[in-house]
Each structure stands twice: as C-alpha cells, then as structure tokens.
DNA sequence: TAAAAATACTCCATAGGTATTTTAT
DNA sequence: ATAAAATACCTATGGAGTATTTTTA
C-alpha cells in the first residue's frame, strides 16, 4: 500500500463516481479504477459497491475512510511538527540554572521565553556551576547559566547578565549603622561566608580577588553551598559576605546590605552549552537570549 | 510523500546505517539515499546528520520517527478493523424487538452473540412489528425480532422461536381455581384484552383463529399495545387474555396462568431483515441466529 | 586511507494515458 | 441506448540498479 492509495480512496469516497474523482485527482479514470482494485485486493475486501447508477462504501470503506482520514491527518501532523522542532520552536529543554538567578533573572528569562516559544517544554534543573560542567559532560542538561568565568574546551560561554556586589552585614553589626556605601578595606578583620571553591570558582575567585585589590586575604569561616543559605549564616551572625546584588530579593529582617566603594568587578551570569550541539531548540534559546535578555541587562540592580 | 518513504525513513532510523538499511529494505543503497533525500527535500529539513563515522538522527528526525510509527500502527489498525467489519466482526447493529420477548429470548441472544462478537455495539429498539416494518422502509433498522407471521415483499423473515399460547386470568375469576389444562370452549362469553391489530396482525390473527376453531369469535373490550401491559389490564379484572407463554416472566400476584387444552397454534417469533441488506454484520447476525439460537429453540417454555 | 554516503547513468517496472469493452439500467 | 466502470494495451515517469566519486575521520 502507498499513500496515493488512500488519496485515491479518499477522492473516490467523496465523490462516490470514478469519473468525478479521477478529475478532481487531475489523472484518467482507468489508472484510479486499477489502483482501487489494488488496494481492494491487498486488503481482500470491497471498499466500493459498483453499480451503474451508483457507486457505494460498502461497510467496511466507510470503517476504512474514517481511518484514512485519521492517517492523512497524521502525516500531515508529523511533517508540522518536523518543522517546528527543526526550527526550534518545538521541543524540549532541558536547562541548569545557579540558585543566585533563580529570583530575579531566571523567572524573567522564563517569561520572556515561553512567551515566544509555548511549545518548548523547559525541564529546569538547579546545580552550582560545577555541577552543571560535569551534567555537560553526560550529556545531562541542554543550556546552563552558570557563574562566569568558567573555561572549558568543550562549552560555548557568553556573557549574560553582570551585577554589582553588595556586602552583606548582620542588623546588629558595628558597621550596619553607617549611610552610603563601605569600604572594603574596613572589612580586612571580619569572617567570610562563602562557597566552597569546588562548586564554583567565577565566585570564589571574585570575592578574593576583590579582597586582594583591598590589601587583604579574607578570613573564611562556615562554608554554604548556596547563595541564599550563606545570607542565611550571615543573619545569625556567623560572619559577613560579599554577594551579588540581586541577593536582595531574599527578604531576611536580620540582614542590612550596602554598596562597596571604589568597586568595578561584577558578577558575572554567563550561558553555557556544548560545542557540539545540534538541537536547534538549543541555538533558537541562545538566539533568543542574544536578541532579548542580553540587551536588557545592561541595567543592574542597584540598592535603593 | 508516499509510504515508501516512511518505511525507508524507519529502516535508516533503526539502522543508522545506510547501507544496512538498504539491505534490510532488499534494495541496493543509492536509491534509498534517493528517497530519503526525497522526503528531506518535501519537509524542508534534514532528518539525519551523516558523517563518515555515524548516521544520526536530528531532533526534527526523532520527532519524525515517533510519529511515522504511529501512522503505520494506524494503517495497520485501519487494515485489520476494515477485514473485521468486513467479516462481520465489528460495526454496528441496529436491533428492533417486541415487548414480549423482552424478558426472556432477547436477553439470550444478546448475551450469547454478545460473547462470540465482543466488538460490535448493538443499538437496541423496542417497537411492535408493524413499527418495525415501518423503520425497515426508512432504513432506520437492521434486523427486527417481529411476531410472525409477517408478509413483505422487501424483507427476509426467518422463524426464530415457537411457543404455546396460555390462558391468563385474574386471581378472582370464577376459572382460577381449577387445575390442569382450561378447554378454549369454555371462555366464549369472557372478554378479551388484545392488542390493535394495526400494531401486529401476527398475535391478533392468531387469537382469532384460536377461537374461531373453538366455535366462537372473542368479545373484545380494552385493547392495549405491549403484552405486558395486556397482563396488566387482566390483573385489574377487565378480562382474560391469550398469550405467548413466555409472559410469566412478567411477575404478577393478581393472576393465574393456565395451558390451554388441544391447543396445536403457537406465537412464533421470527427474524426479519431487508433483502437488499449488504451489511456483513446483519448477515453474521443472521448466521449466528440460525446456528446459535433457533436450534435451542425446539425447547418450548411452559407451564411447570 | 578506507568506509560510507552521494552522485551519475542506465534500465525497467509500473503508474498513467488512450481506446475499447462490459455492465446495468 | 447510455452512462459509467472495467479491461486491454501502450507510453513514459521515476524507482532501483551499477559504477563511480566525494567526503571525513
């Protein structure tokens, strides 16, 4: 059986006239006539009772319509969704995320997206920047947003999202009266809170390279994996830290922020995926983050 | 687009392997690198990536994958349930009966034809025979239980079930109280419950001639159309009745049931079908009724 | 370089055309 | 007698084969 078959079958049981068909099929009516009867015989049945005044589903036709219908509506179905997913608009995602992003710049990514791509079905899965690295490697995740700089020979990183850093005091600190911003070089006695360099070294390599240009190492104290927990030490008064500043979108009464004086590094929210990818989902993300996200996060978030 | 492509876009898919696929598909490997450049060429899309170490299907490519399983699962459905309805095996049965054997001959032949024809949906309606043979003309029915006899020069009519004919009478009449067989002669002066003979002449007739072989034709007073409800008007003691045995199934305690004496007519029910019917389920129905039902037939229901 | 897909061409099977017959009213 | 489908036969498109080239790891 061929699909010109059940094109055939389909012309003819609307028509219920050879002849009508075979015009409407633009061939002659003999050669639709033979290849009904091919298909008649391969499925050892009559679709059609022929008489001069009328040509008649039988039963089992009209069953057989109904499914040819089904079938064409099929193909036609399969090739839509070919195209779609071969341009990115239909698919899956399957996209990693850092907790810091996860209160202001992922929702807004997320928003934007969807709202361009509704069929795109986006798996989020939350993992530090070397956690992600590594799901690269199995081939676990599709695109991940991770704290730059990362370096790896098998991941394209742009740069998408860059942040001042604020200090982070507890409210009952010496220094959470003063107005305007701080100066690092008053925090070279206080204890660090801050993650473990093996989950993430855009971070740590910044807040120590920012101490350094101070004049100091940082003392280090408790160690969390997450951002938002480290803000969580620094409420109970285990220390102080140096965050990005969309950290503020975790409300915590025990906490002040301030800006640093005289600070010019950001933090740096890039986006990673493999070299070798292929998905145009992928490149259609990429794309879209290029033309709308990238533009807009020329504006920081500052303290008010 | 043809099957032939889908077939040879599943054969590659499963092989990633050109070659490979050629060999299973029983054509040499140019032609189908034709055919599937072809189908690549109608979508607008590539469906593999082919390098020298691997065939690879894009992700426009497995989404078509899924959907070309499901439209040859669908072809191959459509095959097998137009040979079904072909063969009288699946479909739909529009089924008219009369009230009287409501509780007894219909329930066996549903369920009996039910359990070797689970797939065809039987459309159930409940009309005298004069009905029916009116929705034969409108085509509105398949095959109608009627009361026979019956004379038509469109329908075929087969005898399906004989049974005696018996005296019901109210628990109050002065004939109730004797036992064994009541002679036909003794109720010249009751007064007969029938039904009109414009809703069936195959019961009217046969009461008819009943008495009339007695000597004498019936007094009647109220006439009501179904049987059942006949043996309602008994119970409330506007008359007697004659009727087909099998109406003790109908429950009543103000009524008693009595054979009736050299009695040889009985109330024959029968199977009527157009004679221009080409639907292989009526004809299945048929067969199976003259198989199934009309031999278990010669058991006769009487009085116990 | 070698394995595999793509290309070039050739051939023939068969879809489709033309002419005619059969069929059923 | 006639309208329509089936049959017979012919034509030619394009699917499939063989030989060869291109590709890329």
Not at 15 to 33: C, K, T, V, W, Y
Not at 55 to 63: C, F, I
Not at 144 to 156: K, Q
Not at 232 to 238: H, K, L, T
Request: hydrophobic share 40%; charged share 20%.
């Amino acid at each position: 059986m061929e699909l010109r078959h059940l094109r055939y079958f389909i012309a003819v049981a609307e028509e219920l006239h050879f002849g009508r068909a075979a015009i409407r099929l633009q061939i002659s009516q003999p050669p639709l006539s033979q290849q009904i009867k091919q298909l008649e015989t391969e499925l050892g049945l009559l679709l059609f009772s022929r008489t001069r005044q009328r040509v008649d589903l039988t039963a089992a036709g009209k069953s057989f319509l109904k499914n040819a219908y089904s079938i064409m509506n099929l193909i036609d179905q399969a090739c839509e969704e070919a195209k779609r997913v071969d341009r990115g608009e239909s698919g899956q995602l399957i996209l990693a995320f850092t907790g810091a992003i996860a209160f202001d710049l992922l929702p807004t990514i997320l928003r934007a997206y969807q709202e361009v791509y509704p069929n795109i079905s986006i798996i989020l899965k939350q993992m530090t920047t070397a956690e992600q690295i590594k799901s690269f490697q199995k081939n676990a995740i599709h695109v991940g947003l991770v704290v730059m700089p990362v370096t790896s020979e098998s991941l394209n990183i742009e740069l998408l999202h860059e942040e001042p850093f604020i200090v982070v005091l507890p409210k009952t600190h010496h220094l959470a009266q003063q107005k305007g911003k701080i100066n690092l070089a008053n925090l070279v006695n206080e204890r660090f809170i801050m993650t473990p360099r093996n989950s993430g070294e855009g971070y740590y390599d910044s807040i120590i390279s920012l101490c350094q240009s101070a004049g100091f190492s940082p003392k280090k104290t408790q160690e969390a994996e997450e951002l938002h927990t480290v803000v969580s030490f620094v409420a109970s008064g285990m220390g102080i830290a140096i965050l990005p500043s969309s950290i503020q979108f975790v409300k915590n009464d025990d906490i002040v922020y301030f800006p640093l004086q005289h600070n010019f590094q950001t933090y740096n929210t890039g986006v990673a995926w493999s070299k070798t990818e292929v998905s145009p989902v992928v490149h259609s993300f990429i794309s879209f983050l290029r033309e709308s996200i990238i533009p807009d996060c020329s504006r920081q978030i500052l303290i008010n």
